[in-house]
Each structure stands twice: as structure tokens, then as C-alpha cells.
């Protein structure tokens, strides 16, 4: 199995203070390469209040500056808001610039400010995002070529440098729903089940498996997870628990799929969006990465340490929890 860190920035409420954020993000993605980990990522939002950084091809640029092993990239982009050749070319640039540490993490994106902010029409971003993900492979193919769709129309287009990796930067899909799902098989280099699906994310797994083989390609699953890991299950659960029901409150009231209206208020739908959060000591979490992986083939954890969303857990816990997953989790999930 391999680890990666989910570090998307925000400070409730007022998003005050982001730049000391960037700083213990960078220090926790240091600390994250010395224990063991294998990435750091981050995701995208807009118009958000709480200082949500928008950016993440930026802020994997400034993490891939400040290491030297991490593959680093986004978890996710959120693809019909950008030309698909623009970020070709930025993920090709931040792939030279890393020395082949990139990792493009795209999805089609849920929250409607994120669309409005752009004047892109939500209901159109399935089939925007299909035609995106043709003209990058193309783009990074680095061969002459021309694309006629319904959103894009390009003519004699070449993409020059070539990503550093090939043949090309790991792609991989967010998707929660079953048609995203069978899109993620289709098109992508992995799927990335998303860190609110609960036990339905195997059914949905299976799903993407059949339609990755259909399509072709080599199945591979990426787990995004909250996980916490302290020294006892009670101090993982005083520490992180608070911090997880202020985010999903969040995520439900922007109508994130597959995220109940109760969670984070303490009701009993709540109560069991949390059944999918990872906390405990580190023996507890070890066993629940390999039932994990037992149950849907995963090789890939990604762990939402911070949230940026609630604003915590503080600095000082995540670097402790970094440090306790490098020593007494990771090496005993090989």
C-alpha cells in the first residue's frame, strides 16, 4: 500500500491567516516525505468564505519546490472550469519542474458557486469533462492534432514540451456516483473513491472494475480517507472527531453526492457518515487499511488529515499524527 496526504488550505470563518496555513502545510508535507509518504494533494474550490485557496497546481508547484521525493498534484482539479490545454501544459510544466512527481486528479466538480464563478453550466460538466480529458491525452501525446466537439473545437494544435513522465502523468478520476464511476473506468488511469462513500464505495469499486477491463485498461483503486491516528482511540476521537462533523456539514450543505443533509449536525444520519472515518491507535488503523484493501483491491490511501473546512485539527496534531502513521502504520501496510 501506499500513503498520501490530502492538504487543501482554508481558515474558518473569515479565511484570516492563510499564509502561516501554506507555511504548516509545506512543513507538514516535509515531515510526510520523511515518514514514509508517498504524495501530497490538493483539491479546488471557489467563492468560499473560509479562505478556501483556490489554486492547486500552484500549491503542488510550492510543495514540489520544498521536497525532493513526494509525488505531489490535485485530489481534484475540477476539469470543466479550465481549457483542457492550458492544463496540459501547466501539468506538464509542474511534472519538468518536479522531475516527474506529478499527479493529475480531476473531477467533474459538484458545488454550483464553483460553476457560476466561471459562467460554465453545470449541467453540461459531464460531457465538458469527457471532451477535456481527450484533448490532455492528446496534448500530451505530443504529436500534431486537430479536435472537433460540442465544447471544443480545435485546429493543428502541438503541445510542446512533453510531461517528463511517461507516457504521460498519472490521470486519475474522482467520482462518487455510478455514472461518474464507469466514466473513471473508461477514461482513467485510477479511481478515486472519494473520503464521504461508505461501505456502497465497494459496490461502486466493482463497478469500475468491469467497466476498466471493458475499456482496456489496468484497474486501479485510490481510497481517499479521513484518518486520524493518535495514541489511544480516545484521544483520536476527542482530537479529530469535532473537526470531521464541522466539515461535513459543510459538504452537505453544497450538496456534495452522496453526503446526507443530516451530516455533521449530530443527528443520526450523522452519526453513521462517520462510520467511513479512520480513527484510532495505530494497530486499529493498520487493520482497517487491510480490511480496506481486502474488500476493494485499493493499493492507494489518501489521508484528509487537515480540513480545511473546519479549520483543524491544529499544526502541532497533524505533524504528531504524520509522525505516528510514518512509524507504527505504514511500515506494517506494505
Known amino acids: 500500500m501506499k500513503f498520501g496526504i490530502y492538504s487543501s488550505i482554508a481558515n474558518p470563518p473569515r479565511g484570516e491567516g492563510l499564509e502561516r496555513c501554506v507555511d504548516e502545510v509545506v ?22 468564505k473560509d479562505g478556501f485557496l483556490p489554486s492547486p497546481l500552484i500549491m503542488a508547484a510550492i510543495v514540489a519546490g520544498n521536497t525532493k521525493r513526494l509525488n505531489v498534484g490535485t485530489s481534484v482539479l475540477l476539469l470543466p472550469l479550465h481549457h483542457p490545454v492550458k492544463v496540459a501544459e501547466d501539468v506538464t510544466t509542474l511534472d519538468i519542474a518536479s ?9 467533474v466538480g459538484y ?20 471532451e477535456a480529458i481527450d484533448i490532455i491525452r492528446l496534448c500530451w501525446n505530443g504529436e500534431p492534432f486537430s479536435f472537433h466537439g460540442r465544447h471544443y473545437s480545435l485546429e493543428d494544435v502541438q ?52 467497466e476498466a477491463i471493458k475499456a482496456g485498461r489496468e484497474p486501479r483503486v485510490v481510497l481517499m480517507r479521513d484518518a486520524w491516528c493518535a495514541a489511544s482511540h480516545e484521544e483520536a476521537e476527542r482530537v479529530y472527531r469535532p473537526e470531521v462533523v464541522k466539515a461535513y456539514s459543510y459538504y452537505a450543505g453544497n450538496q456534495l453526492p452522496g453526503m446526507s443533509t443530516g451530516a455533521g449536525t449530530g443527528a443520526d444520519d450523522g452519526d453513521r457518515s462517520l462510520d467511513n472515518v479512520i480513527m484510532g491507535d495505530p494497530e486499529e488503523c ?6 480496506l484493501q481486502q474488500a476493494t483491491g485499493a493499493d492507494y490511501f489518501i489521508l484528509r488529515l487537515r480540513h480545511a473546512h473546519s479549520g483543524g485539527p491544529p499544526h502541532e496534531q497533524i505533524m504528531k499524527a504524520i509522525s505516528l502513521f510514518g512509524e507504527q502504520v505504514i511500515p506494517y501496510c506494505a
Open 27 to 48: 512543513e507538514e508535507a516535509r515531515l510526510a516525505e520523511e515518514s514514509g509518504f508517498d504524495s501530497c494533494f490538493f483539491g479546488e474550490h471557489h467563492q468560499d
Open 99 to 107: 522531475r516527474g512527481r506529478a499527479i493529475l486528479g480531476v473531477g
Open 111 to 130: 458545488q454550483p458557486a464553483d460553476f457560476q464563478a466561471f459562467g460554465v453550466a453545470r449541467k453540461q460538466r459531464a460531457s465538458i469533462f469527457e
Open 159 to 210: 503541445v510542446l514540451p512533453r510531461p517528463l513522465q511517461r507516457p504521460s502523468p498519472p490521470l486519475w478520476i474522482g467520482a462518487s456516483v455510478p455514472a461518474a464511476v464507469r466514466r473513471a473506468g473508461r477514461m482513467g488511469d485510477a479511481f478515486i473513491a472519494t473520503a464521504n462513500m461508505g461501505r456502497e464505495s465497494f459496490d461502486l469499486v466493482h463497478l469500475y472494475r468491469e
Open 286 to 291: 493498520v487493520q482497517e487499511f487491510h480490511r
